[in-house]
């Protein structure tokens, strides 16, 4: 039923418009976002630079409708994972279904 999204951001404002879109298009109910140090490969190397996590609290299955809106603010390629989750307490759940039906 509920599921957390997974973001990364270049920078904390693309992190935050994407938030608040999701917010009044009722896609989620919730957002946090802080940024991070991320190492990765790229070209065969290892990198380091700041990123911008959002997390992102929603039901589950809305993978696609919240990348959606990210691709909207940024062309660059970035992460977009759905963790389902196991167990919620049943009033977040009940705030959420309030909030954005279903």
């Not at 509920?2 to 994407?18: G, I, K, M, N, R």
């Not at 790229?42 to 990123?51: H, L, P, T």
Request: hydrophobic share 45%; glycine share 4%.
């Amino acid at each position: 039923m509920l599921a957390l999204y997974y973001l990364t951001f270049s920078q904390p404002d693309e992190a935050q418009a994407v938030a608040y879109d999701l917010l009044r298009e009722r896609i989620a109910v919730c957002a946090n976002w802080f940024p991070i140090t991320c190492a990765y490969l790229w070209e065969g190397a290892v990198q380091q630079e700041s990123e911008t996590v959002l997390i992102v609290k929603a039901r589950a299955g809305m993978r696609e409708s919240i990348e959606a809106v990210a691709r909207r603010h940024i062309d660059y390629t970035h992460f977009v994972g759905e963790i389902p989750l196991a167990s919620v307490n049943p009033d977040f759940a009940q705030w959420l279904t309030r909030e954005l039906g279903g």
